[in-house]
């Protein structure tokens, strides 16, 4: 089975700075199409999961360009350049590449310092 | 707009069951493939299930396999999940989670969630 695995699991910053959230993946999430199904999820507190990113780069309609996706491969990064107060919450990175089974990364607390 | 509104939560006995339901609209229901995902308390998430538009095609995690069935009736606009063997780590928020059209377009919109308690 693929384990994700997230680092930090948690992440305080200040307003206004940048954040960066790491995922890596036990095997390539390189698809035999030549996609790469690693989307990113944002759950604020209370809240039911939102998909801010799919296919590693791709943002969801409505998520806001200060977030981005990047990587390849095995290892992926979902990017936060300037905090807002709306970002705090927990974010999952999730591999759909090993269909029918998703797996889904730890978690990674974002909080306001 | 989207809508997936999921019910049938509660509290049941360990070795009990449950049939958990999700109300679809503002789409063709039976045009999409659908997933059930579960988040115990304070944990991460889980992918349960899933089943094709047509409900021919199904899966389901090794922690359910078994013990949960997986069901959609699409005159309805309603996808349903059938637990029994109930077992207190079987304890969690469940939600149900829609797919795009487009192959690997997974999980685009998600329910509210339903809260599932296995307990004495």
Known sequence: DVVMTQSPLSLPVTLGQPASISCRSSQSLVHSDGNTYLNWFQQRPGQSPRRLIYKVSNRDSGVPDRFSGSGSGTDFTLKISRVEAEDVGVYYCMQGTHWPTWTFGQGTKVEIK | EVQLVESGGGLVQP???????????????????????????????????????????????????????????????????????????????????????????YANYWGQGTLVTVSS
Do not use: H
């Not at chain 2, 493939?33 to 409900?55: C, D, F, T």
């Not at chain 2, 349903?80 to 059209?101: F, I, K, P």
């Open chain 2, 15 to 105: 070795g009990g069951s449950l049939r958990l339901s999700c109300a679809a609209s503002g789409f063709t229901f039976s045009s999409y493939e659908m997933n059930w995902v579960r988040q115990a308390p304070g944990k991460g998430l889980e992918w349960v299930s899933y089943i094709s538009s047509s409900g021919s095609t199904i899966y389901y995690a090794d922690s359910v396999k078994g013990r949960f069935t997986i069901s959609r009736d699409n005159a309805k606009n309603s996808l349903y999940l059938q637990m029994n063997s109930l077992r207190a780590e079987d304890t969690a928020v469940y939600y149900c989670a829609r797919d795009g059209v487009s192959y690997g377009d």
